[in-house]
C-alpha cells in the first residue's frame, strides 16, 4: 500500500487536523510512515503564524522535489494555513506540488491523494501539471475533525471544538487563513469525548483558536452561564474523564461564569492560559486586542482569588509596529509583577494582509531580538523560582507514559500543567498519582511517591 508521510508545523489545532487526515488516508488502505524518504506522498501542513514557519515549510518542500526525480511516482502535498494563504501559488512556484488544500477541506485529502493516484493511472502523465488547489470555505467543516488515532497507552487526547477567529487582532493572519468563527454542537462534542473515555482517554484538551468565546454567536446564554461554560459542564458529567484542559483562550472571555467554573468543575484543572501579547495600553489598543493591562491585571487578581492555587500562563509578543523602550518596558514590569508560570515569547512576524504589517514604525530585527532575549531570561527566572516553590509539595500527576529525555523513567503533568519524572512501574500509566516533588533542577521537577499521612 502507497506510504504517507505527515509533517505538521505549528499549533496543536494543526496536529489534531493532522491525526484526522492520517485516520481518513489509514481507512483507505495507506500506510503511515515516519520519513519522507520512503514514503510515496508526503503532506506538509503547515502554520503562517511566523514568516519563519512558512520558509521552513516552503524550503523543505523544495528540497524535496530530488525525491520526485528518483521516484517519479510520489505525490506532494501542501494543506493548512499556508495552503489557505497562498493557494495555487504553492504551485506556480514549486513545481512538483501535487496538491494544495486549505483548512476547511482537511476532510477530502484522501479523496484528493487517491485522484492524482488514479489520474496518473489512466496515464494522464501526459498533463504533468495536474495538480488540485482547494481552499474554498465549507459550512459544517468544523465537524469534520472528529476522530483520533491512539497509541497504545494513550491518556490524554485534544478535541477540536471550534474553528476560526472573528477577533482581528491586528498582527494575526489567523482569521484569514482559519475563517470565521465556527462551533460544533455541545452534543458532537460530548459524544467525541466519551468515546476517548471508552478507550482510555482520562484527560481533554479542548481547542480552539479563541476557545473561551465558543458558540458565543451561534448558542444562547443559559442560566447566566455562556455557551462554553455550558460545553464545560457537559464534558465534566462524561464518565473516566478526570481532568478538563483549554487552548487557546481569550482574556476577554474570561467572563464570572468561567471563573467560578473553575471554583466548582472539580476535573477543570488549575491552569490558564491568559495571552497578554503586550504590557503597553497604547500597544494593546493597536494591536486590537480590546483589553488595558488595568484590566488584564484586575483578571488575574480575580482569578487567583476564585482558585490561588491556579498556574498562569501567557503569550507576549515584543517588536510590534511603534513598540518603543517604554512600551517594551511596561510589558517587561507586568511580566515581573503576575509571576507568569511559564511564558512564550514571540518576536513580531510582519504577516501579509494583516493591517499591523503596513504600520509606521517597524521595528528592525536586532531590537526585537534583543527584547526577545531579555524578556526571555526574566520569564526563564521566574519559572526556575516558582518551580523551587514547589518542592517538598504534593501534586497529583496523571502519569502520560516514559519520560521523553529518559526511557527508564516516567512522566507525568501536574493539574497546573508541568511535567514531573519519576520512576515507577510500567502499570502507573494512566493512573492519578499523588507525588511529593523532591527537587527541581531548571525546569524540570522530580518527584516520589507521596506517603499517605
Ligand atoms: S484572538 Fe487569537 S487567533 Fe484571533 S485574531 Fe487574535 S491572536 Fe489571532
Same mark, same amino acid.
Given at each position: 500500500m502507497p506510504r504517507v508521510f505527515i509533517k505538521t508545523y505549528g499549533c496543536q489545532m494543526n496536529e489534531r487536523d493532522s491525526e484526522q487526515v492520517a485516520l481518513m488516508l489509514m481507512a483507505r488502505g495507506y500506510e503511515m510512515t515516519e520519513t519522507e524518504r520512503d514514503a510515496d506522498v508526503v503532506l506538509l501542513n503547515t502554520c503562517s503564524v511566523r514568516d519563519m514557519a512558512e520558509q521552513k515549510a516552503i524550503g523543505k518542500m523544495g528540497m524535496m522535489s530530488k525525491l520526485r526525480e528518483r521516484r517519479p511516482h510520489m505525490v506532494f502535498g501542501f494543506l493548512g494555513c499556508m495552503a489557505q494563504s497562498r493557494g495555487a501559488e504553492l504551485v506556480r512556484d514549486l513545481g512538483h506540488v501535487d496538491l494544495v488544500v486549505g483548512t476547511q477541506k482537511f476532510h477530502r485529502v484522501a479523496d484528493y491523494v487517491d485522484e492524482v493516484f488514479a489520474r496518473r493511472a489512466q496515464g494522464s502523465m501526459d498533463d504533468p501539471r495536474f495538480s488540485i488547489v482547494d481552499t474554498e470555505e465549507e459550512s459544517g467543516s468544523q465537524e469534520t475533525i472528529r476522530d483520533h488515532v491512539l497509541d497504545p497507552g494513550q491518556v490524554t487526547a485534544f478535541v477540536s471544538i471550534m474553528q476560526g477567529c472573528n477577533m482581528h487582532c491586528t498582527f494575526c493572519i489567523v482569521p484569514s487563513t482559519r475563517g470565521a468563527e465556527r462551533s460544533r454542537g455541545i452534543g458532537e462534542i460530548v459524544q467525541e469525548v466519551r468515546g476517548l473515555a471508552e478507550r482510555g482517554v482520562r484527560e481533554v484538551t479542548l481547542l480552539g483558536q479563541i476557545v473561551n468565546l465558543y458558540a458565543r454567536h451561534e448558542f444562547p446564554v443559559r442560566d447566566g452561564k455562556s455557551p462554553f461554560v455550558q460545553l464545560l459542564e457537559a464534558v465534566h458529567e462524561?464518565?473516566?474523564?478526570?481532568?478538563?484542559?483549554?487552548?487557546?483562550?481569550?482574556?476577554?472571555?474570561?467572563?464570572?461564569?468561567?471563573?467560578?467554573?473553575?471554583?466548582?468543575?472539580?476535573?477543570?484543572?488549575?491552569?490558564?492560559?491568559?495571552?497578554?501579547?503586550?504590557?503597553?495600553?497604547?500597544? =494593546?489598543?493597536?494591536?486590537?486586542?480590546?483589553?488595558?493591562? *488595568?484590566?488584564?491585571?484586575?483578571?488575574?487578581?480575580?482569578?487567583?482569588? +476564585?482558585?490561588? *492555587?491556579?498556574?498562569?500562563?501567557? *503569550? +507576549?509578543?515584543?517588536?510590534?509596529?511603534?513598540?518603543?523602550?517604554?512600551?517594551?518596558?511596561?510589558?517587561?514590569?507586568?511580566?515581573?509583577?503576575?509571576?507568569?508560570?511559564?511564558?512564550?515569547?514571540?518576536?513580531?512576524?510582519?504577516?501579509?494582509?494583516?493591517?499591523?504589517?503596513?504600520?509606521?514604525?517597524?521595528?528592525?530585527?536586532?531590537?526585537?531580538?534583543?527584547?526577545?532575549?531579555?524578556?526571555?531570561?526574566?520569564?526563564?527566572?521566574?519559572?526556575?523560582?516558582?518551580?523551587?516553590?514547589?518542592?517538598?509539595?504534593?501534586?497529583?500527576?496523571?502519569?502520560?507514559?516514559?519520560?521523553?529525555?529518559?526511557?527508564?523513567? =516516567?512522566?507525568?503533568?501536574?493539574?497546573?500543567?508541568?511535567?514531573?519524572?519519576?520512576?515507577?512501574?510500567?502499570?502507573?500509566?494512566?493512573?492519578?498519582? *499523588?507525588?511529593?516533588?523532591?527537587?527541581?533542577?531548571?525546569?524540570?521537577?522530580?518527584?516520589?511517591?507521596?506517603?499517605?499521612?
Open positions: 462524561v464518565e473516566g474523564i478526570e481532568r478538563i484542559r483549554f487552548t487557546s483562550p481569550h482574556p476577554i472571555g474570561y467572563k464570572e461564569d468561567l471563573i467560578l467554573a473553575f471554583t466548582r468543575l472539580p476535573k477543570l484543572v488549575e491552569h490558564v492560559h491568559l495571552p497578554l501579547q503586550s504590557g503597553s495600553a497604547p500597544i =494593546l489598543k493597536a494591536m486590537h486586542r480590546t483589553y488595558t493591562p *488595568d484590566k488584564y491585571l484586575d483578571l488575574v487578581a480575580r482569578i487567583r482569588a +476564585a482558585r490561588p *492555587d491556579i498556574a498562569i500562563t501567557t *503569550d +507576549a509578543i515584543v517588536g510590534f509596529p511603534g513598540e518603543t523602550d517604554a512600551d517594551y518596558e511596561a510589558t517587561r514590569e507586568l511580566m515581573r509583577e503576575v509571576r507568569f508560570d511559564n511564558a512564550f515569547i514571540f518576536r513580531y512576524s510582519q504577516r501579509r494582509d494583516t493591517p499591523a504589517a503596513s504600520l509606521p514604525g517597524q521595528v528592525d530585527e536586532a531590537t526585537k531580538e534583543a527584547r526577545n532575549q531579555d524578556l526571555l531570561g526574566v520569564v526563564n527566572e521566574i519559572a526556575r523560582e516558582r518551580n523551587a516553590e514547589m518542592v517538598g509539595t504534593t501534586q497529583e500527576i496523571l502519569c502520560e507514559g516514559p519520560s521523553k529525555t529518559n526511557a527508564d523513567r =516516567l512522566m507525568g503533568r501536574t493539574r497546573t500543567n508541568k511535567i514531573v519524572i519519576f520512576d515507577g512501574e510500567p502499570g502507573s500509566i494512566g493512573r492519578l498519582l *499523588d507525588m511529593r516533588i523532591a527537587r527541581a533542577t531548571g525546569f524540570s521537577l522530580y518527584g516520589e511517591p507521596a506517603i499517605p499521612e
